[in-house]
């Protein structure tokens, strides 16, 4: 079996193929061990013209567009583009896949294009955002992109859905048809209209822009969520998206420079939008960080348990939440929100709704945990952050949160820098005046 054409390939080029697709070229030969030896090259020949990959392909410095040139002479199925990423993504057979990587000089990885799901696990007060608010900072005029299955137009986010993007179903007005994506939404900028203000988040009047990358069921791949950040990044002064909230991620396999969405989220970053990241639901144990939460650069969030109490002697760290170190051994997540029995918004007759039918709180709300939910929680205090110093760059955004974290007397591997406390970016303010 070594001596097929496609492990050989592999073998002779390591460096520009991940490790799954390296599983699937071992894979591809499984069948030939109960085929004759005499037959085996021309049924060879076969499959790797009808066995198809979905791959992303990353191309190395300034040669964006020659590489894509070469895989466009493919005449490959579903190509994508995404130049600000230097990446594409297509569905490509194994012999094209061969021929890409054995011929095209641009070409500086191919990766398998994996699935990414939420990170759900089956609050405002805790973290003192109502501090900020008492000084009038709402998160007005700051813009947060939710990248995740879409929002529902919820009466508590009226009028200030100001953009949205379906990479799933390819439709123009806001839905959400899983119901994670408004129960963020609803985390980060809920307004409390529908529960006379019980219900409301840190940044309850910063607007919205709805970017669906996941499907119904919650899940999506690589290169869907590349091509939410890619559009965020291209329409940034469009909709003057401030932050990116993305409560999903996948296993992480490869090291942080070598994974192409933490690739993306850092030029996100890069091009000043403040990146927020699930850290995951996989804890206690070590070493369960998810991607991109891997990334250096961006506010990895972890979950707090909050015990449905403003108090925040009694608090502590979930135990779904995921711990470090990162696959980089660094230390992740970044800071603790509240993440346990969180209550937001409700998408009517989304999966959510449907499947979890016990979670509805009255009629338009709902309780879910997770990092998921810990991540546009701590969107939505950056987004008050900003309204009171919108000149502030992602690394001093990230200074400041960090700075603002109460110690829970946890390895760092576990709460990061802590517990944040908004109250804390009041002290903040009054030092930088």
């Known amino acids: ?31 030939f061990r109960y085929i004759p030896c005499f037959l085996q090259s021309s049924i060879e020949r076969v499959r790797k013209k009808t066995k198809k990959l979905p791959v992303v392909i990353k191309f190395a410095p300034d040669s964006f567009s020659s590489g894509l040139n070469d895989v466009k002479e493919t005449k490959c199925r579903s190509l994508r583009e995404y130049p600000s990423i230097s990446c594409c993504s297509a569905k ?9 990587i054995t011929n095209c000089n641009h070409i500086q990885k191919v ?75 609803g985390d980060a900028a809920g307004n409390g209209l529908l529960s006379n203000g019980q219900y409301q988040a840190p940044a309850s009047q910063a607007n919205l822009v709805g970017v669906k990358v996941l499907d119904k069921m919650g899940a999506g791949s690589l290169s869907t969520v590349i091509e939410g ?43 000043g939008m403040v990146v927020c990241v699930a850290a995951g639901n996989s804890g206690p144990g070590e070493q369960t960080i998810a991607s991109p939460g891997i990334s250096p650069k961006v506010i990895t969030v972890g979950a707090a348990d909050d015990n449905n109490t403003v108090d ?26 509240p993440g346990v029995d969180i209550i937001s918004l409700r998408a009517p007759r989304s999966f959510l709704d449907k499947t979890n039918k016990a979670a509805r709180v009255d009629t338009h709300y709902m309780s879910l945990s997770g990092t998921s939910m810990a991540t546009p929680i701590c969107a939505g205090v950056i987004a008050q952050l900003l309204q009171r110093d919108p000149n502030l760059t992602p690394d001093q955004v990230k200074e400041r949160l960090l700075d603002a974290c109460d110690d829970l007397g946890q390895s ?14 009041i002290e903040d303010f009054a030092n930088v005046e």
């Open 412 to 425: 760092p591997h576990i709460q990061g820098a802590g517990y944040l406390n908004a109250s804390d970016l």
């Open 111 to 185: 990766y398998l294009d994996r699935k990414v799901t939420t990170l759900l696990d089956t609050a405002s007060p805790a973290i003192n955002a109502n501090v900020l608010k008492d000084n009038g900072l709402t998160g007005e005029g700051v813009t947060i992109a939710v990248i995740d299955t879409g929002i529902h137009p919820h009466e508590d986010l009226q009028d200030r859905i100001i953009g949205f993007k379906d990479f799933v179903n390819r439709k123009s007005d806001p839905y959400d048809d899983n119901g994670h994506g408004t129960h963020c939404a």
């Open 229 to 271: 950040i890619e559009w965020c990044i291209q329409h940034q002064s469009e909709y003057n998206i401030d932050i990116l909230s993305l409560s999903l991620g996948s296993d992480a396999v490869a090291p942080a420079e070598d994974d192409p969405v933490v690739n993306a989220v850092e030029i996100a970053w890069d091009n």
């Open 312 to 337: 925040r002697s009694d608090d502590s760290v979930a135990d779904f939440s995921s711990r470090g170190p990162t696959i980089d051994g660094l230390i992740k997540p970044d800071l603790l929100t």
């Open 92 to 100: 490509l057979s194994v012999k094209n896949i061969e021929h890409l």
């Open 1 to 31: 079996m070594l001596n097929f054409s496609m492990i050989d390939l592999v073998r002779r080029n390591g460096k520009k193929v991940d490790k799954n697709i390296r599983g699937e070229m071992v894979n591809f030969y499984r069948p």
